[in-house]
């Protein structure tokens, strides 16, 4: 079994950063693909950022060139850098870790989930 821990979120004025991190429990994180997706008020789960095992990416094409995901296999940590933020990008943020996936952009895909860090960002 597998735990995440997401921490860095808050709140921000437009135009602003914010990092994130998810921390993974367990000795098999490099067997993960990890994912961060995002939940706005009123609005379905969606598909953010993904790293696979191999450190391909993956974005939302909103984000693309504004936020930045890695990762560390000696930390067991999974990082999303967020910049240029705007109000649409409020949202509850989740971790989520699939086992030897691709860096799908599916929710439904993912195995486990943290259970997420609030980012508010103010106009």
């Known amino acids: 079994q597998l735990q995440l821990v997401e921490s860095g979120g808050g709140l921000v004025q437009a135009g602003g950063s914010l990092r994130l991190s998810c921390t993974v429990s367990?000795?098999?994180?490099?067997?993960?693909?990890m994912a961060w997706f995002r939940q706005a008020p009123g609005k379905e789960r969606e598909f953010v950022a993904a790293?696979?095992?191999?450190?391909?990416?993956y974005y939302l094409d909103s984000v693309k060139g504004r936020f930045f995901i890695s990762r560390d296999n000696t930390k067991n940590t999974v990082d999303l850098q967020m910049n240029s933020l705007k109000p649409e990008d409020t949202g509850v943020y989740y971790c989520?870790?699939?086992?030897?996936?691709?860096?799908?952009?599916?929710?439904?895909?993912?195995?486990?989930w943290g259970q997420g860090t609030q980012v508010t960002v103010s106009s």
């Open positions: 989520a870790a699939d086992l030897y996936g691709p860096g799908s952009i599916q929710s439904v895909d993912y195995d486990f």
């Open positions: 790293v696979s095992r191999s450190t391909n990416t």
């Open positions: 367990g000795r098999t994180f490099s067997r993960y693909a």
